[in-house]
């Protein structure tokens, strides 16, 4: 089953906005990673936040974890038509290095 | 730049016939992935290899094999290609030590099956 499920599957804002998406998860983690998709391409890492932090920042980027509810959340500040991606949550599990990736979050960022 | 190259950026075979599909790396990384992401869905871990020890999701199809000849360069053979196996593939490369859990991407091969 997905380790990582995202809401909202799609969110449409207008530049200057706050974006917020959140990651649901089922199982313990070593750390939650945020990467965006810009439609076509890769994926490219935006933050990693390890189970003992509780909020980590990045420029316009702040992320949040809640290991009891097993959910994090990523808000984008003062949005630019350029965030408009796909965002991905993934979670680190065990010792390997095997990511799980969530569902995502299609951000369109109108001027 | 130091980067993960993927080529081609778009490839279009026939149901049935081999493919193979490249990954290049100049950032000396140890370990190498393999992603499957069809539109809309998340990317789909197939397989990756740890230096040359090679590891295969168990859900991944028989149909899909690798091949990691040196540090830089990792192949994905498709053997027969069904039109289900038409998607964006995506290569991705961690280290170990500091940041080792961090994963970078190559831009991707957008594979059409005809």
């Known amino acids: 089953s997905q380790q990582g499920e995202e809401d909202p599957q799609a969110l449409s804002i207008q530049e200057g906005e706050n974006a917020t998406m959140n990651c649901s998860y089922k199982t313990s983690i070593n750390n939650l990673q945020w990467y965006r998709q810009n439609s076509g391409r890769g994926l490219v890492h935006l933050i990693l936040i390890r189970s003992n932090e509780r909020e980590k920042h990045s420029g316009r980027l702040r992320v949040t974890l809640d290991t009891s509810k097993k959910s994090s959340s990523l808000l984008i500040t003062a949005s630019r038509a350029a965030d408009t991606a796909s965002y991905f949550c993934a979670t680190l599990t065990g010792g390997g290095n095997k990511l799980t990736f969530g569902t995502g979050t299609q951000l369109k960022v109108e001027l | 730049d130091a980067m993960v190259i993927q080529n081609p950026r778009y490839q279009v075979t026939q149901f049935g016939k081999p493919v193979t599909l490249s990954c290049s790396q100049t950032?000396?990384?140890?370990?190498m992935y393999w992603y499957q992401q069809k539109s809309s869905q998340a990317p789909k871990l197939l397989f990756h290899?740890?230096?040359?020890?090679?590891?295969n999701e168990a859900d991944t199809p028989d149909n899909f094999q690798s091949r990691r000849p040196n540090t830089s360069f990792c192949f994905l053979d498709i053997r027969s290609p069904g039109l289900g196996d038409a998607a964006m593939y995506l290569c991705?490369?961690?280290?170990?030590?500091?940041?080792?859990?961090?994963?970078?991407f190559g831009a991707g091969t957008r594979l059409s099956v005809l």
């Open positions: 950032l000396n990384h140890n370990v």
């Open positions: 991705a490369t961690s280290r170990e030590g500091a940041g080792k859990d961090i994963q970078y």
């Open positions: 290899y740890y230096d040359k020890d090679f590891n």
